[in-house]
């Protein structure tokens, strides 16, 4: 049944989703062939914006999520238009408004080739290509060089030993303050670990579990590829099935690695900062990041 957006594209009023719409965002996702991720999906609707253009007859036509971490960065992800209607502007029009909304500070995004002409006329400039890799990680004979990260029985009522370190060190790392979003992933997550010297941590690595049981793992902070290595091998150690991490291409080392322990190229995304601000932080500890659709 023919159902028509009549009203031009920037003019199209654009709303912020919640929990409630997470059949509607599934729904989309698998009108453009993308996985069905429904716990990564329902993370996003409770703690990033996620912001939708509906069509006439109630489904989505279009989403976008923003990300803040406070002021000064903002991610963006999950840019997806129906495949019905393609081609009218929404994809600008749904883009337009998250820039307006996240004000100054430095927004940041993982691009795919189709969408990366709009972005790169929306002022966004490359500064990396990303692979993501998935397999069967094998561990190999590698020690166990890792410990799983404190953070307590309750993070609000009993946080643990390392949950300030680690919130400080990935502050550090990311140059912006995220420790209440990253809170919320450490009590999301699969596992979590640490490694660290004398002083205390060094660097921490997050793993967590998608709907179709692909272990994801992301993000990796950690003082050097040893050590970046150290935290996969560890968080990969008793997997029952695919593991996907990110890793950009300026990290050959890494995913020469990850090539040899069983994993392969899935995909590449283009990382993009939009007029070609530097990003906050100390970006060469930061080996993985959290996920392509908040940062």
């Not at 300030?164 to 990935?170: E, H, V």
């Not at 997050?206 to 970046?228: C, H, M």
């Not at 091998?233 to 991490?245: C, K, P, S, Y």
């Given at each position: ?78 840019m997806l238009v ?176 990850l090539g040899e ?35």
């Amino acid at each position: 049944m023919p159902d028509p957006l009549t009203t031009p594209a920037a003019e199209l009023p654009v709303r912020r989703l919640g929990p409630e719409d997470l059949d509607r965002c599934l729904a989309l996702s698998e009108d453009r062939a993308w996985s069905r991720e429904e716990r990564k999906w329902l993370f996003l609707l409770e703690n990033a914006e996620v912001y939708a253009i509906e069509a006439p007859s109630g489904e989505l036509a279009g989403t976008v999520t923003l990300t803040r971490y406070g002021t000064t960065a903002a991610g963006i992800g999950m840019m997806l238009v129906a495949t019905r209607y393609g081609g009218r502007g929404l994809g600008r029009r749904l883009m337009t408004h998250v820039l307006d909304t996240a004000g100054d500070a430095t927004v940041f995004l993982w691009a795919t080739e189709l969408g990366r002409p709009l972005y790169e006329k929306l002022g966004f400039e490359t500064l990396g290509v990303t692979e993501a890799r998935v397999g069967r990680l094998r561990p190999g004979d590698d020690p166990v060089l890792t410990r799983p990260a404190d953070l307590g029985a309750d993070l609000d009522s009993d946080p643990g030993a390392d949950l300030d370190a680690l919130l400080a060190l990935d502050a550090e790392v990311f140059g912006a303050d995220r420790a209440a979003l990253l809170a919320r992933l450490f009590a999301f997550a699969e596992e979590v670990r640490v490694v660290e010297d004398e002083t205390g941590p060094t660097g921490y690595a997050v793993s967590w579990r998608a709907t179709n049981n692909v272990l994801f793992i992301g993000p990796v902070v950690a003082g050097d590829e040893a050590a970046a290595r150290a935290l996969v091998t560890d968080l990969a150690r008793d997997a029952d099935g695919l593991v996907r991490i990110e890793v950009e291409r300026s990290r050959p080392g890494l995913l020469g690695w990850l090539g040899e322990r069983g994993t392969s190229q899935a995909f590449s995304t283009t990382f993009m900062v939009r007029g070609g601000r530097p990003l906050p932080g100390d970006r060469t500890r930061m080996y993985a990041p959290m996920m392509l659709a908040m940062g």
